[in-house]
């Protein structure tokens, strides 16, 4: 059975900057404009399963292009440095392609509407 994107479980809270200083909102900034800052919050255990599993990846293969590629002689450091940004690359993009898909807001304060 398909289920549709809204019906799927959220892994992630997703603050954006309107969501600052509302009444009951999770995400207080006292006295301070949150430009253009967003946070994201796991909510979910498979949210910080994800987290962790992302950083434990990205850890092993910057540690295997360095460890194994080139203290034994495989990769110059030319390379090795190129590997780990396009690695580091490749997860960040994975890690926020997920957020995405598995995210939430804060719901609308009462009386307001989206």
């Known amino acids: ?3 549709r994107k809204d019906e799927r479980k959220r892994w992630f809270l997703v603050m954006r900057p309107e969501d600052a200083n509302q009444p009951g909102s999770a995400w207080f900034r006292v006295g ?8 994201v919050r796991p909510i979910a255990p498979e949210g910080w399963l994800s987290l962790v599993a992302f950083l434990m990846f990205w850890i092993a293969a910057t540690m ?16 090795a440095i190129m590997a780990t940004v396009l690695v580091a690359g490749i997860v960040v993009a994975a890690f926020i392609r997920l957020v995405c898909e598995r995210m939430t807001g804060l719901p609308p304060p009462e009386g307001q509407s989206r």
Do not use: C, E, P, T
């Open 64 to 79: 295997a292009i360095w460890v194994w590629g080139y203290r034994s002689g495989m990769f110059s450091a030319a390379f």
């Open 1 to 3: 059975m398909q289920l």
């Open 32 to 39: 301070a404009a949150s430009r253009g800052k967003l946070v």
